[in-house]
């Protein structure tokens, strides 16, 4: 508002007014217009409505222009020009300045001139519409019967038809006047001016023929220039005929590999491309053009649609491996279970032909579950480019492709979209592919989306959408061209919406009659996208006919002789499908290159060095809050007295990994302050605006970096972002944190579909670590439990088998399982299984249930000898008091996780009970440290096995440990429940519930003879 106000003051003091500005003007130099296209003229004014009304004003203007036309603003030139030639006969070619105006203007100047007037602006606003909304009339739909925006409407303001001139108050006598074009558009090329009916063919060319551009949202005035100047430039969509002899060679390579599949395994699921071949070139001219711009490793993420093609084409995985997918005699060489073939990921590294560049491309492996797979990559693009140094995405980039009803119905989509443009997040830029074949399965889009497009959840990043029709492959591989330089130029997402029918059923195996009679009827009389082409390219002479059956029959026999040798193929490779190989880390073979386990202990010094970073600032001048001094002073005190509290516990880990080298990253919400103010790892000058101070990087000079950093509010997105990251090394410690354990159920998509089975699925190791605030403290149902009961249930451990082992038990335990989950009791427990997590010699997820109000309970302090050199993650803590000094005597075994440990032993120590009853803290759940559980139980022979956990029955631990705990007594003794009773929320919103429920336990916990008596 106030730039506006701003403006109209300039306005108002400027040189427009009438002939004081031409006075003022003529002594300027002679000629002042400027390119309109860069903008307005400093000291000139094009043809002002008000101004314009002036005779004496208008009379001027025209003596200064029949002196030379060029002495006036082209407006103006427009302006006489168009009097002149709509003057009676015989005045047009009369010279006489005076008879011309009084005959035409003088008399009729006021009306005329804002005839004029209004009709250029009107034209303008007519350039404009076209901007808009010309999309809304492109020819996209490849059937012909679709519209692609859901609407058969026409704008009124598009010229359709003559008559629709009347909406402007133009009419068909007006089609041969020319108009000046304004800066805003380059229909004109060269030309400034242009009559009104090249102007409409311009646009309706640009706009509404097989392309349709949606930019006009954007806000960036120069990002919009961009776009029109690559859409609007007369011939500027053209191709050399070598351009369009590869397009038709990827057109056969695309078309014909389909064809190969259909004929040899036509009753095999397989999730064809048919309808929308053009796919393939599409995404080997943007990665040609990004090579050209620098790019040399592109990260894929893509749905089941056509992905063996992508596999065999762009990424040129050897065609036998795929073919041989189909063998189903083939047995598994590698652990795990594997995936179905279109869901397997693959790294390969080639020479691009056209930039004669290397380039790395890789395809991620995916689930079934419908983009879940977007944020895994941007994390894992990030990741490389965050090792590689490469600050701006000038080296990798991720490209997503998306199917039409998935890419307006899932959510995580936004929530991936909403990380493009944030500093710790970003990419850089990402293009998207849509391939809309205009159904979802079965479902219409006019019942799956509200939107008017499958891809406006794209124009909140303000990226450009185009929509192209995809039988018309130049088309396509324009605008993949000028997707991959807005990529290269601005680094900001951008779409391409690849309008397209689907040939077949969903799948190979399905009837798309049963539910789209109609378009499956016109689809049957479709003409195929290669034939149209190729009769094209025939008819042009780029290729002739012989030319072009020698290319379908050179690749076709590719494909016979590939399909012969995959017979040869005797065991299928999971591994050779690994998107993100891990080379240096394991050995040639992908094994660990050891198998025992490692000590995780410090030396003091190094504790010293980091408990002392965390307690200052490591900056000068740098003015912190007296209430984050008085938290640095807390510690400082600590670390006088080698003690740790969890923050402290935590900053050793990272700190001590930072020392080696080793990248930390802790993303999630609010996480640099942690949300329970514990943390503080991110300083905050108190007078200098975003001045930041991270103590963290300051700790040692080669240390490893440490990115600490605020996420979006989203679990789904972030989550599989931070998952991506784990993918691209494994010198990372890569951790997310929920804002309260419970949210992490929205983004459960991650944890059962990559988390849980990604080893098993795809051989590949990912040391992910969750961080999930937990435990019932009585505030309510939400913010209590981070649902421990779900990890547990999909841990791969047997309950009902006791493991033998040879080696190092814990380690082989460890590398068996599909994750492991703790929840730690003390600070220095803590640091020690994040230290585990890197030092060991493979990688799995790690889930932790942290604490609240654990974060500042005094007993819940370690010592530093805790983590002192050659001590180790305790996988269970033993009683270390009088009953482990009279075991025998012990009466009742208490084991507990987490929290409730600090309550039972509080309450043990007021019934006294000491010597009765031991408490034992299992710190790992999962995998089930069935070996020290057994050493407890034998050393408590005479005492009752109690499991004793805050959470409810049917929630928390039981269900796991129970059946593991009887499998190592051998089913000889029970183990009794003592915690609160099933229910259907995690925890009671009331206060004094939760307090009640927690004394019945503890009462429950402390009687000796609450089980006498009963049943098993
Ligand atoms: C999250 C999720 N929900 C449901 C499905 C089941 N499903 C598989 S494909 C599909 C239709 C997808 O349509 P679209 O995104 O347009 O891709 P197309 O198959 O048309 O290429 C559905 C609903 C799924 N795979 N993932
Ligand atoms: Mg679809």
């Given at each position: 508002m106030s730039q506006f106000r701003a403006l109209a003051g300039v306005l108002r003091g400027g040189c427009v007014g009438g002939s004081r500005w031409l006075q003022a003007c003529k002594g300027g130099p002679a000629r002042r217009w400027v390119d309109p296209r860069r903008g307005c003229s400093s000291g000139a004014a094009p043809v002002p409505s008000a101004v314009a009304s002036s005779s004496n004003y208008v009379e001027e203007m025209y003596y200064a222009w029949l002196e030379d036309h060029k002495n006036v603003h082209e407006s103006w030139d427009v302006f006489f020009r168009n009097i002149q030639d709509s003057s009676p006969s015989g005045e047009a070619g009369e010279r006489h300045p005076s008879a011309l105006l009084e005959g035409r203007v003088l008399s009729h100047s006021p009306n005329m001139a804002q005839k004029v007037v209004e009709d250029h602006l009107a034209v303008h606003t007519l350039i404009r519409a076209y901007q808009i909304r010309g999309h809304h009339v492109a020819q996209l739909d490849p059937l012909g019967i679709l519209e692609a925006d859901l609407d058969s409407f026409v704008p009124s303001d598009l010229i359709?038809?003559?008559?629709?001139?009347?909406?402007?108050?133009?009419?068909?006598?007006?089609?041969?006047?020319?108009?000046?074009?304004?800066?805003?558009?380059?229909?004109?090329?060269?030309?400034?001016?242009?009559?009104?009916?090249?102007?409409?063919?311009?646009?309706?060319?640009?706009?509404?023929?097989?392309?349709?551009i949606e930019f006009m949202f954007i806000n960036n005035v120069d990002q919009c220039q961009w776009i029109r100047q690559k859409f609007e430039t007369p011939g500027i969509m053209q191709f050399t005929n070598v351009e369009k002899r590869t397009l038709l060679a990827r057109l056969i390579r695309s078309t014909r590999f389909e064809d190969f599949l259909a004929r040899k395994w036509s009753s095999e699921k397989r999730f064809g491309l048919e309808g929308c071949e053009?796919?393939?070139?599409?995404?080997?001219?943007?990665?040609?053009?990004?090579?050209?711009?620098?790019?040399?490793?592109?990260?894929?993420?893509?749905?089941?649609?056509?992905?063996?093609?992508?596999?065999?084409?762009?990424?040129?995985?050897?065609?036998?491996?795929?073919?041989?997918?189909?063998?189903?005699?083939?047995?598994?060489?590698?652990?795990?279970?594997?995936?179905?073939?279109?869901?397997?990921?693959?790294?390969?590294?080639r020479i691009n032909r056209e930039t004669d560049k290397n380039i790395m491309l890789s395809l991620m492996a995916n689930p079934s579950h419908l983009e879940a797979v977007d944020p895994v990559v941007q994390g894992k693009a990030k990741a490389e480019q965050f090792y590689r140094g490469d600050t701006q995405g000038k080296k990798v980039m991720s490209i997503l492709i998306h199917g039409d009803a998935a890419f307006a119905g899932q959510g995580v989509v936004y929530e991936t979209i909403h990380l493009s443009e944030l500093p710790s997040y970003t990419t850089h830029g990402t293009i998207h592919v849509v391939v809309n074949n205009q159904i979802g399965f079965t479902t219409d889009p006019r019942v799956a989306r509200s939107s008017p497009y499958p891809t406006d959840v794209a124009r909140v990043v303000n990226a450009p959408i185009f929509h192209v029709n995809a039988d018309d492959p130049e088309a396509v591989m324009y605008v993949c061209r000028v997707a991959a330089e807005w990529r290269a130029t601005f680094n900001k997402d951008v779409v391409i919406d690849l309008v397209c029918y689907r040939r077949f059923g969903h799948n190979e195996m399905d009837e798309p009659m049963f539910t789209q009679p109609l378009m499956y009827k016109q689809i049957r009389r479709q003409e195929h996208v290669?034939?149209?082409?190729?009769?094209?390219?025939?008819?042009?002479?780029?290729?002739?006919?012989?030319?072009?059956?020698?290319?379908?029959?050179?690749?076709?026999?590719?494909?016979?002789?590939?399909?012969?040798?995959?017979?040869?193929?005797?065991?299928?490779?999971?591994?050779?499908?690994?998107?993100?190989?891990?080379?240096?880390?394991?050995?040639?073979?992908?094994?660990?290159?050891?198998?025992?386990?490692?000590?995780?202990?410090?030396?003091?010094?190094?504790?010293?060095?980091?408990?002392?970073?965390?307690?200052?600032?490591?900056?000068?001048?740098?003015?912190?809050?007296?209430?984050?001094?008085?938290?640095?002073?807390?510690?400082?005190?600590?670390?006088?007295?080698?003690?740790?509290?969890?923050?402290?516990?935590?900053?050793?880990?990272?700190?001590?990994?930072?020392?080696?080298?080793?990248?930390v990253r802790l993303s999630g919400q609010d996480v640099e302050r942690g949300t329970f103010s514990h943390r503080h790892h991110v300083l905050h000058d108190q007078e200098v605006d975003k001045r930041i101070c991270v103590p963290m990087n300051h700790l040692w000079p080669d240390q490893g970096p440490y990115t600490v950093c605020n996420s979006s509010l989203s679990e789904y997105g972030v989550l599989g972002f931070e998952l991506g990251f784990a993918m691209a090394s494994p010198n990372a410690l890569i951790l997310w944190e929920a804002q309260f354990g419970d949210f992490n159920n929205t983004a459960q998509c991650i944890i059962d579909q990559f988390i849980s089975p990604g080893q098993a699925k795809w051989v590949r190791n990912n040391g992910i670590v969750l961080l999930l605030p937990h435990g019932m403290e009585g505030?309510?149902?939400?913010?209590?439990?981070?649902?421990?009961?779900?990890?547990?249930?999909?841990?791969?451990?047997?309950?009902?088998?006791?493991?033998?082992?040879?080696?190092?038990?814990?380690?082989?335990?460890?590398?068996?399982?599909?994750?492991?989950?703790?929840?730690?009791?003390?600070?220095?427990?803590?640091?020690?299984?994040?230290?585990?997590?890197?030092?060991?010699?493979?990688?799995?997820?790690?889930?932790?249930?942290?604490?609240?109000?654990?974060?500042?309970?005094?007993?819940?302090?370690?010592?530093?000898?805790?983590?002192?050199?050659?001590?180790?993650?305790?996988?269970?803590?033993?009683?270390?008091?009088?009953?482990?000094?009279?075991?025998?005597?012990?009466?009742?075994?208490?084991?507990?996780?987490?929290?409730?440990?600090?309550?039972?032993?509080?309450?043990?120590?007021?019934?006294?009970?000491?010597?009765?009853?031991?408490?034992?803290?299992?710190?790992?759940?999962?995998?089930?440290?069935?070996?020290?559980?057994?050493?407890?139980?034998?050393?408590?022979?005479?005492?009752?096995?109690?499991?004793?956990?805050?959470?409810?029955?049917?929630?928390?631990?039981?269900?796991?440990?129970?059946?593991?705990?009887?499998?190592?007594?051998?089913?000889?003794?029970?183990?009794?429940?003592?915690?609160?009773?099933?229910?259907?929320?995690?925890?009671?919103?009331?206060?004094?519930?939760?307090?009640?429920?927690?004394?019945?336990?503890?009462?429950?916990?402390?009687?000796?003879?609450?089980?006498?008596?009963?049943?098993?």
């Amino acid at each position: 508002m106030s730039q506006f106000r701003a403006l109209a003051g300039v306005l108002r003091g400027g040189c427009v007014g009438g002939s004081r500005w031409l006075q003022a003007c003529k002594g300027g130099p002679a000629r002042r217009w400027v390119d309109p296209r860069r903008g307005c003229s400093s000291g000139a004014a094009p043809v002002p409505s008000a101004v314009a009304s002036s005779s004496n004003y208008v009379e001027e203007m025209y003596y200064a222009w029949l002196e030379d036309h060029k002495n006036v603003h082209e407006s103006w030139d427009v302006f006489f020009r168009n009097i002149q030639d709509s003057s009676p006969s015989g005045e047009a070619g009369e010279r006489h300045p005076s008879a011309l105006l009084e005959g035409r203007v003088l008399s009729h100047s006021p009306n005329m001139a804002q005839k004029v007037v209004e009709d250029h602006l009107a034209v303008h606003t007519l350039i404009r519409a076209y901007q808009i909304r010309g999309h809304h009339v492109a020819q996209l739909d490849p059937l012909g019967i679709l519209e692609a925006d859901l609407d058969s409407f026409v704008p009124s303001d598009l010229i359709t038809t003559i008559d629709k001139l009347g909406f402007y108050g133009l009419d068909e006598s007006d089609l041969d006047r020319s108009f000046q074009l304004p800066s805003t558009t380059f229909i004109g090329g060269a030309d400034t001016t242009l009559p009104l009916q090249e102007i409409i063919r311009r646009l309706e060319s640009s706009y509404c023929g097989h392309i349709g551009i949606e930019f006009m949202f954007i806000n960036n005035v120069d990002q919009c220039q961009w776009i029109r100047q690559k859409f609007e430039t007369p011939g500027i969509m053209q191709f050399t005929n070598v351009e369009k002899r590869t397009l038709l060679a990827r057109l056969i390579r695309s078309t014909r590999f389909e064809d190969f599949l259909a004929r040899k395994w036509s009753s095999e699921k397989r999730f064809g491309l048919e309808g929308c071949e053009v796919l393939i070139p599409a995404l080997k001219t943007m990665i040609d053009k990004s090579s050209a711009a620098g790019i040399d490793s592109v990260i894929m993420g893509m749905p089941h649609r056509g992905r063996l093609n992508v596999l065999a084409n762009v990424i040129r995985k050897e065609l036998d491996q795929i073919f041989c997918q189909f063998d189903p005699k083939l047995e598994a060489a590698d652990e795990g279970s594997g995936d179905v073939k279109y869901h397997l990921g693959m790294y390969h590294e080639r020479i691009n032909r056209e930039t004669d560049k290397n380039i790395m491309l890789s395809l991620m492996a995916n689930p079934s579950h419908l983009e879940a797979v977007d944020p895994v990559v941007q994390g894992k693009a990030k990741a490389e480019q965050f090792y590689r140094g490469d600050t701006q995405g000038k080296k990798v980039m991720s490209i997503l492709i998306h199917g039409d009803a998935a890419f307006a119905g899932q959510g995580v989509v936004y929530e991936t979209i909403h990380l493009s443009e944030l500093p710790s997040y970003t990419t850089h830029g990402t293009i998207h592919v849509v391939v809309n074949n205009q159904i979802g399965f079965t479902t219409d889009p006019r019942v799956a989306r509200s939107s008017p497009y499958p891809t406006d959840v794209a124009r909140v990043v303000n990226a450009p959408i185009f929509h192209v029709n995809a039988d018309d492959p130049e088309a396509v591989m324009y605008v993949c061209r000028v997707a991959a330089e807005w990529r290269a130029t601005f680094n900001k997402d951008v779409v391409i919406d690849l309008v397209c029918y689907r040939r077949f059923g969903h799948n190979e195996m399905d009837e798309p009659m049963f539910t789209q009679p109609l378009m499956y009827k016109q689809i049957r009389r479709q003409e195929h996208v290669l034939k149209k082409y190729s009769d094209r390219l025939i008819a042009e002479g780029v290729v002739t006919l012989q030319e072009f059956e020698e290319e379908v029959a050179k690749y076709d026999k590719i494909c016979e002789e590939a399909y012969t040798s995959s017979k040869d193929e005797k065991i299928l490779h999971i591994r050779h499908w690994l998107d993100s190989p891990w080379p240096d880390f394991f050995t040639t073979e992908g094994e660990p290159k050891s198998m025992s386990s490692v000590p995780t202990g410090l030396d003091e010094e190094v504790l010293q060095h980091i408990g002392q970073t965390a307690s200052s600032v490591p900056l000068e001048d740098f003015k912190i809050h007296p209430g984050v001094s008085r938290i640095l002073r807390g510690r400082a005190d600590l670390v006088k007295n080698r003690q740790m509290d969890w923050a402290l516990g935590e900053y050793m880990a990272f700190g001590s990994l930072l020392k080696d080298g080793i990248h930390v990253r802790l993303s999630g919400q609010d996480v640099e302050r942690g949300t329970f103010s514990h943390r503080h790892h991110v300083l905050h000058d108190q007078e200098v605006d975003k001045r930041i101070c991270v103590p963290m990087n300051h700790l040692w000079p080669d240390q490893g970096p440490y990115t600490v950093c605020n996420s979006s509010l989203s679990e789904y997105g972030v989550l599989g972002f931070e998952l991506g990251f784990a993918m691209a090394s494994p010198n990372a410690l890569i951790l997310w944190e929920a804002q309260f354990g419970d949210f992490n159920n929205t983004a459960q998509c991650i944890i059962d579909q990559f988390i849980s089975p990604g080893q098993a699925k795809w051989v590949r190791n990912n040391g992910i670590v969750l961080l999930l605030p937990h435990g019932m403290e009585g505030m309510g149902p939400e913010h209590s439990s981070a649902r421990p009961e779900r990890f547990l249930q999909m841990s791969n451990d047997d309950p009902d088998q006791f493991p033998e082992f040879s080696g190092d038990f814990e380690v082989q335990q460890l590398y068996d399982c599909n994750w492991i989950v703790v929840n730690c009791s003390t600070p220095a427990n803590y640091c020690h299984v994040l230290r585990r997590q890197i030092l060991l010699p493979f990688r799995k997820p790690l889930i932790i249930f942290t604490p609240k109000s654990l974060l500042r309970l005094p007993d819940a302090r370690s010592s530093f000898d805790d983590l002192a050199k050659g001590t180790k993650f305790k996988r269970l803590i033993s009683d270390a008091g009088p009953a482990d000094q009279n075991s025998a005597q012990v009466k009742r075994v208490i084991f507990c996780t987490g929290k409730v440990y600090y309550e039972l032993a509080r309450e043990r120590k007021q019934q006294k009970l000491e010597r009765d009853i031991a408490l034992i803290r299992l710190e790992q759940i999962s995998p089930f440290p069935f070996d020290l559980v057994r050493k407890e139980a034998e050393k408590y022979g005479n005492a009752e096995l109690v499991w004793c956990q805050e959470e409810h029955k049917n929630m928390g631990y039981y269900d796991y440990v129970r059946p593991r705990f009887l499998t190592v007594v051998a089913n000889r003794k029970p183990i009794w429940y003592v915690g609160r009773d099933p229910a259907a929320a995690p925890a009671t919103g009331n206060k004094s519930t939760h307090l009640n429920e927690l004394k019945r336990f503890m009462d429950t916990a402390f009687n000796l003879s609450a089980f006498h008596g009963k049943d098993l």
